[in-house]
């Protein structure tokens, strides 16, 4: 849904343009539309990696064998506070160094992007 809205807001007057350059539909898609609309399709992307991230953790806590979630919540029972901390530290750097990656790789992948 937020990638159709993307795209949907692509400029009228790039597409416009490209059909009175004599562009085909399917080279308006391949010309136009998608890299206009590729940078904020991949900073989308990156938004959802934080989302499932969550979801990961969410799931481990809640019912799982193995994992930080598992560590922390096994932690919580002996009232290990350190190996709490050290897990929240571990979930935070490891969100936030994919988000760091994610972010380089889109600036390196779309240079033209102002994002």
Partial sequence: LIIAVKVGSTRRDLVEAAYTLGSTNNGIVRRVIMP??????????????????????????IGSSSGIG???????SR???????FGIIVIGLIGLLSDFAFKAFNRWLFPWSLA
């Fill in 36 to 61: 206009a609309n590729a940078p904020e399709i991949a900073e989308t992307l990156r938004l959802v990696l934080g989302w499932a991230w969550t979801y990961v953790i969410v799931a481990e806590l």
């Fill in 70 to 76: 598992y560590m922390i919540i096994n932690s919580q």
């Fill in 79 to 85: 009232l290990a506070t350190g190996q709490i901390i």
